[in-house]
């Protein structure tokens, strides 16, 4: 089964040519930045299929006639070839958005030979385009969309509320730079969903090392996941973790546990560490001076160097921040070194756990031009 790269053509491989949008004259034409590079780039490294699929509103008709189309769009398309870009079908729609077409994106009516054919593995295939129309095509397709939204403000509350829901079904990543969507292809997302169940606690983890710094916490104690909260806000990562514990005992399972089910998920996302820097290090807050050094490197060890005067901050207790970072060590196999100073007890575990996201952002940075293994062992 085949992967496929369904791409819009206008706003993705060449620029959008605002007030009317028709593409109809050579000197409106300009390619999307850094888009032959890369597309290049997946077209020889990557096993996708590539299918164009474009709107082209009237095409046919007085407003826009074919003989100022076609010698435009014959140019893009020997300019793609030129660069080994060859697309093996291009489906153009040429109806108006008042007609409804089943054939016009977001409809799928151009498309139905990919979908149920057991040649083309549509749940790992992704549409590429600028508009909320291609992400809604995408999920109508069962895929998956890489959204160029130059749009920050999409038109109303409306739209921006179905954006919002599209960014939490749909859309794999966001972005308008063609070197991070051949990162993105070519590397994958590191995305892991983990369950830790014992008779103490039941701890749901989904993590996406990947992401764009999302949170989802619950654990019932509302300091951890402000704490939480914070790895994956400034580690850029999108977080998702539950956790059931038994806190009519006390706090010490729910914080141990989840330390050790947020780790378990990091080793599993981390199985393959070729390309990536494996260390990292931050030094940031306030008055209080946090450092936390980090090391990928297969083996647990913490070194822990910060002392607390209050017993608890919230409802978490001060002891317990080392039995984190200790549980989450041990079953992430890294090192971690943590030293803090300050004054504000609040400031200084916040420090830290800012610090400790920021390393792990520099660590499992990944380099899609690289395949060295960041280890003289020969393994990690």
């Known amino acids: 089964m085949k992967p496929i790269l369904f791409i819009d053509r206008d706003g993705t491989l060449i620029n959008e040519a605002p007030p009317t949008y028709q593409l109809d004259s050579f000197d409106k034409l300009t390619f999307y930045p850094k888009m032959f590079e890369f597309m290049g780039r ?103 969309a890489i959204w160029l939204n130059e749009d920050a403000n999409l038109g109303g509350a409306e739209i921006n509320d179905k954006a919002e829901d599209l960014r939490k079904t749909t859309v794999a990543l966001e972005s308008t730079d063609w070197s991070k969507i051949y990162e993105f292809l070519k590397l994958g997302q590191r995305v892991v969903t983990h369950d830790r169940n014992t008779s103490e606690t039941k701890i749901h983890v989904e993590v996406n090392l990947d992401g764009s710094g999302k949170a989802n916490i619950a654990t019932g104690l509302g300091f951890f996941d402000h704490m939480l909260d914070q790895i994956a806000r400034h580690g850029k990562m999108d977080l998702n973790i539950v956790t059931k514990g038994d ?12 330390g050790i089910a947020l780790g378990e998920a990091f080793a599993q996302a981390l199985t393959d560490k070729r390309g990536m820097e494996r260390y990292g290090f931050a030094l940031p807050m306030d008055e209080a001076e946090a450092k936390v050094l980090i090391d990928f490197g297969g083996r647990n060890w913490l070194v822990w160097n910060a002392e607390f005067k209050r017993e608890k901050i919230g409802e978490m207790p001060t002891e317990m921040f080392f039995h984190f970072f200790k549980s989450f060590s041990d079953a992430a196999k890294c090192n971690l070194n943590i030293e803090c100073k300050g004054y504000n007890e609040h400031h200084k575990i916040e420090a830290i756990f800012k610090a400790f996201a920021k390393a792990i952002k520099m660590a499992i940075k990944r380099d899609p031009l690289s395949n060295y293994l960041p280890s003289t062992k020969g393994v990690l």
């Open 247 to 258: 806190l009519h005992i006390d706090e010490h399972h729910t914080i141990e546990d989840t």
């Open 42 to 144: 997946i077209a020889r490294e990557l096993d996708y299929e590539l299918v164009m699929v474009t709107n082209q509103d009237g095409l046919g008709t007085p407003v826009f006639p074919e003989d100022t189309f076609w010698p435009l769009h014959n140019f893009v398309m020997k300019s793609l070839e030129g660069e080994g870009i060859h697309f093996s079908k291009v489906h153009i729609d040429k109806t108006f958005p008042a007609d409804n077409a089943p054939t016009r994106k977001p409809g799928t009516g151009m498309l139905t030979e990919y979908l149920n054919n057991p040649a083309y593995d549509i749940a790992n295939s992704f549409v590429i385009g600028d508009r909320i129309t291609d992400v809604q095509l995408a999920k109508n397709l069962g895929c998956k």
